[in-house]
């Protein structure tokens, strides 16, 4: 089976209020156990705001360390689920669930595959 990273992006500034976010919180939790049920769940988690994030960029001889998000922009990445399926569509429906939960914009992606006898070495 392939594994399928689902992002879930979510507007800058924007926390909804408790009387929002914790119903839609108990029906992640829900998606969440039935991906456990169906085989399917691999990892998941929110994250925190993109202001505590730290991006690290090799420059020269360096590497700089600079606070923020590696992109400003309008949405971040809030959250993420990894998920087994058989094939895209199957992963879609995952993802056209957590969308209709959440009503924000998921994407939904492939890992690539590597080829089993091959180990990945330090590069990048």
Wanted: hydrophobic fraction near 40%; proline fraction near 8%; aromatic fraction near 8%.
């Amino acid at each position: 089976m392939t594994q399928y990273l689902i992002s879930m992006y979510q507007p800058d500034g924007v926390v909804p209020p408790p009387e929002v976010l914790g119903p839609v919180m108990e029906k992640i939790a829900e998606f969440n156990a039935d991906l456990r049920a169906a085989g399917a769940w691999v990892f998941g988690n929110g994250l925190t705001d993109p202001s505590s994030a730290t991006v690290l960029r090799h420059t020269g001889n360096e590497v700089l360390v600079t606070d923020g998000p590696y992109l400003e922009g309008k949405e971040h990445l809030g959250g993420f689920e990894i998920v087994e399926a058989p094939d895209l569509d199957a992963a879609l429906a995952w993802g056209r669930r957590l969308a209709e939960i959440t009503g924000l914009p998921i994407e939904v992606r492939a890992f690539a595959s590597v080829p089993q006898d091959e180990t990945v070495s330090g590069s990048a």
